[in-house]
Nanobody, 127 residues
Framework: QVQLVESGGGLVQVGGSLRLSCAASGRTFSTYNMGWFRQAPGKEREFVAAISRGGISTYYADSVKGRFTISRDNAKNTVFLRMNTLKPEDTAVYYC????????????????????WGKGTLVTVSS
């Protein structure tokens, strides 16, 4: 069993930056593909970014490409999401996710393959 705990959310102005963190329990963090998803009010949960087990490969939704950066520190069992140039449409609850099998690319295509979810952290971008 893996527990994921997100932190770093909050209120930020348009154009500002935030860094989200997701701390994972357990000793097998480096064997999981990790990802970030978000759910805005009244909308379905959507893919944001994913990173492969070793951190070599990263994938992004078109809406955040060039503004967000996903990274991980396997020694600290933590995955990060650096968010720059934030827009009001980035307002959402952000969820950390872990996937045991398959590829990080697949995380963005099928949420049914996700094995573990965090409880989320709220990001609010004010104009």
């Amino acid at each position: 069993q893996v527990q994921l705990v997100e932190s770093g959310g909050g209120l930020v102005q348009v154009g500002g930056s935030l860094r989200l963190s997701c701390a994972a329990s357990g000793r097998t963090f480096s064997t999981y593909n990790m990802g970030w998803f978000r759910q805005a009010p009244g909308k379905e949960r959507e893919f944001v970014a994913a990173i492969s087990r070793g951190g070599i490969s990263t994938y992004y939704a078109d809406s955040v490409k060039g503004r967000f950066t996903i990274s991980r520190d396997n020694a600290k069992n933590t995955v990060f999401l650096r968010m720059n140039t934030l827009k009001p449409e980035d307002t959402a609850v952000y969820y950390c996710a872990a996937q045991i099998s398959g590829t990080a690319l697949a995380m963005g295509r099928d949420q049914n393959g996700i094995d573990y979810w965090g409880k989320g952290t709220l990001v609010t971008v004010s104009s």
